[in-house]
C-alpha cells in the first residue's frame, strides 16, 4: 500500500467522494479530526493513510473502504433497489399517516431480501433514541402485519398516527407501544376497540449524522 500508484488511486477516490458528498477538505478534516496538512498530503498523493483512517473516511462517505482502495474502474457497481419514502414517522406523540409517497430512495440490494416489500419513514422525535434512533433519521421497514414481542415496528393507530415503538403482546389481549426513552409513557391499544395495523418491521436506519 506505499507503492506511488496506490497513493494517487487513494488520492483521486478520496477526491471523488468529497466532490460527490459535497463537502469541503476543512469540513471532513473538522469532522474526523484529522490534521488539515495531513488530508492534504493524502489528496495530493503524497503519503497513505493508515488502514483506521480508511475505515473512518469511507463511515463518513458511507462507502466501502475498497470504495477508496481499488482503482474505480475495478470497483463493481452495486445494482439497488427504489423504495417508497413516506411522510414523517413518529417517535414521539405520533403523526398524521399520509399514504402517498413523497419521494423513493435507492438502496443497495445487498441489504434487502428479494421478494420483500419494504418502505421507508422519516423518524420525527426522540422517543426512540435509546435504540439508536434520532430525529430525522431515515428508517427502512419490511412491510408486514406480523411481529414478535419486542421487535422495533410501524403500527398506525386510527388511521391517522403513524409511531414507531417496541411491540408488546400482553397475556390481557391488550399491545403496548413501548419507547426507548424513559421521558415518553408507552402506548396501550386496545385492538377490540381501537383501529389498529402493524405496518412493518424496522430493519435499519440511514443516520442523518453521516
Known amino acids: 500500500m506505499s507503492s506511488l500508484g496506490n497513493k494517487d488511486i487513494m488520492a483521486g477516490n478520496i477526491q471523488r467522494f468529497l466532490d460527490i458528498s459535497g463537502k469541503t477538505r476543512t469540513q471532513i478534516c473538522k469532522d474526523l479530526d484529522i490534521p488539515y496538512t495531513t488530508f492534504v498530503d493524502w489528496i495530493k498523493g503524497n503519503t497513505y493513510p493508515r488502514i483506521d483512517k480508511i475505515e473512518q473516511m469511507a463511515n463518513y462517505f458511507g462507502v466501502e473502504k475498497a470504495d477508496l482502495v481499488e482503482p474505480k474502474e475495478a ?14 414517522i413518529s417517535c414521539g406523540t405520533g403523526m398524521f399517516v399520509d399514504d402517498r409517497p413523497e419521494d423513493y430512495i435507492a438502496i443497495p440490494d445487498k441489504y434487502l431480501t428479494p421478494g420483500v416489500e419494504y418502505f421507508a419513514n422519516t423518524a ?8 439508536g434512533i434520532k430525529d430525522g433519521d431515515v428508517l427502512v421497514f419490511e412491510r408486514t402485519s406480523v411481529l414478535e414481542n419486542g421487535m422495533i415496528g410501524s403500527f398506525c393507530i386510527d388511521n391517522e ?13 391488550m399491545i403496548m407501544l413501548e419507547s426507548a426513552n424513559d421521558r415518553y ?9 381501537e383501529c389498529f395495523r402493524i405496518i412493518g418491521r424496522y430493519k435499519f436506519k440511514f443516520s442523518i449524522e453521516q
Open 75 to 88: 470497483r463493481i457497481v452495486p445494482s439497488s433497489v427504489n423504495i417508497p419514502l413516506y411522510d414523517h
Open 124 to 131: 420525527h422525535g426522540d422517543s426512540m433514541i435509546n435504540k
Open 161 to 173: 398516527k403513524a409511531y414507531c415503538k417496541i411491540y408488546r403482546r400482553l397475556p390481557n389481549g
Open 185 to 193: 409513557d408507552p402506548i396501550m391499544v386496545d385492538v377490540t376497540n
